[in-house]
Nanobody, 122 residues
Framework: QVQLVESGGGLVQAGGSLRLSCAAS????????MGWYRQAPGREREFVAA????????YYADSVKGRFTISRDNAKNTMYLQMNSLRPEDTAIYYC???????????????WGQGTQVTVSS
């Protein structure tokens, strides 16, 4: 079992930046692949980014590639999402999760946190 707590969301103007954090406890964090998802009102939850357990490989949705950067600090049991050049369409609740990367695809486990709201104004 893994407990996940997201933080760092807020209200920002278009073009601005935010840094999200995901603090993990429970199961050994350093052995887990991790990912970020988001869900906008009226839309399904969608994949944003993922990172291998050792930070060696990262994966991004096309919509955020070049603007968002995923990273992790296994000593702090924490994962991050640096979001730059934010757009109104990035507005959503952002969730982190543990999972597995297989053949370049991230498959989340069912360890969803409560999420953190990101709102980008135009």
């Amino acid at each position: 079992q893994v407990q996940l707590v997201e933080s760092g969301g807020g209200l920002v103007q278009a073009g601005g930046s935010l840094r999200l954090s995901c603090a993990a406890s429970g199961r050994t964090f350093s052995g887990l692949d991790m990912g970020w998802y988001r869900q906008a009102p009226g839309r399904e939850r969608e994949f944003v980014a993922a990172i291998r357990w050792n930070g060696g490989s990262t994966y991004y949705a096309d919509s955020v590639k070049g603007r968002f950067t995923i990273s992790r600090d296994n000593a702090k049991n924490t994962m991050y999402l640096q979001m730059n050049s934010l757009r109104p369409e990035d507005t959503a609740i952002y969730y982190c999760n543990a999972g597995r990367v297989l053949s370049g695809t991230f498959y989340p486990y069912d360890y969803w946190g409560q999420g953190t709201q990101v709102t980008v104004s135009s």
